[in-house]
């Protein structure tokens, strides 16, 4: 079963940036994909980027295109969420997870025990 640690939320104003990180552990995280979801208060938990187990292959929602850079480092057991020009929609309590099938990037599947994330909140 893997860990997810994730930090770096915080407050900033709309226009900033912030940069997530999600220390995970566990089980092998170079083999699995990893993601990014958000939570908005009264809201169901919402994808929101996606990389494969090399980092080659990224995906986003549309909401985030273009504002957000999903990464990681395999050797850190870490991914990452950059995250500039930030509106007042992006805040929610973000979360990290691996997908549930390792080698496969395919309609991501969070199959890891949700964490207890990282709340970010963006000012008008």
């Known amino acids: 079963q893997v860990q997810l640690v994730e930090s770096g939320g915080g407050l900033v104003q709309a226009g900033g940036s912030l940069r997530l990180s999600c220390a995970a552990s566990?089980?092998?995280?170079?083999?699995?994909?990893m993601g990014w979801f958000r939570q908005a208060p009264g809201k169901e938990r919402e994808f929101v980027a996606a990389?494969?187990?090399?980092?080659?292959?990224?995906t986003y929602t549309d909401s985030v295109k273009g504002r957000f850079t999903i990464s990681r480092d395999n050797a850190k057991n870490t991914v990452y969420l950059e995250m500039n020009s930030l509106k007042p929609e992006d805040t929610a309590v973000y979360y990290c997870?691996?997908?549930?099938?390792?080698?496969?990037?395919?309609?991501?599947?969070?199959?890891?025990?949700w964490g207890q994330g990282t709340q970010v909140t963006v000012s008008s």
């Open positions: 566990g089980r092998t995280f170079s083999s699995y994909p």
């Open positions: 997870n691996a997908d549930e099938r390792p080698y496969t990037f395919l309609d991501f599947k969070p199959g890891g025990s």
């Open positions: 990389i494969s187990w090399s980092g080659a292959t990224l």
